[in-house]
């Protein structure tokens, strides 16, 4: 379970849905949906699931991914055709949470990507 408020409510990366289309979902440490904190796997890719965990952005193209992620393959996942399907925000050598000091660079590169991040729209 997570212990603090980042891990759990805060991006650590962002996956696809497995039923096509361009549709996204944030998830915490615990590669859960934003704000869930349980061991148990919540069930976000079932068609009849009660959680909207999955928006369309306007924007999130590969190029943008990419921009976000420092054109590091590392931290992002491909599907069998190579299209990205997952990528990370951060890794534990870049989390800003495991520095000392609050004024450190990762802080701020974290930011610039949810600020990128928080500018898409979502397709209706």
């Known amino acids: 379970m997570l ?3 980042f891990r759990m409510n805060l991006p650590y990366g962002m996956a696809k ?26 069930e976000t890719e079932s068609k009849d699931s009660a959680l909207p965990v999955y928006a369309s952005f306007f924007g999130l193209s590969n190029e943008v991914i990419m921009e976000l992620t420092d054109y590091d393959e590392s931290v992002i996942k491909r599907d069998e ?13 870049t989390n800003p949470m495991n520095q000392r000091s609050r004024e ?17 729209t979502i397709i209706r």
Do not use: H
Request: proline fraction near 2%; charged fraction near 25%; aromatic fraction near 20%.
């Open 81 to 93: 055709r190579g299209n990205i399907c997952q990528f990370w925000l951060y890794s534990d050598a």
């Open 17 to 42: 849905t497995k039923y096509g289309g361009n549709s996204w979902m944030a998830f915490n440490r615990e590669n859960q949906p934003i704000g869930f904190n349980t061991d148990v796997r919540i």
């Open 104 to 120: 450190n660079k990762f802080w701020k590169l974290y930011w610039d990507k949810l600020e990128i991040l928080s500018e898409l």
């Open 3 to 5: 212990s603090d408020f």
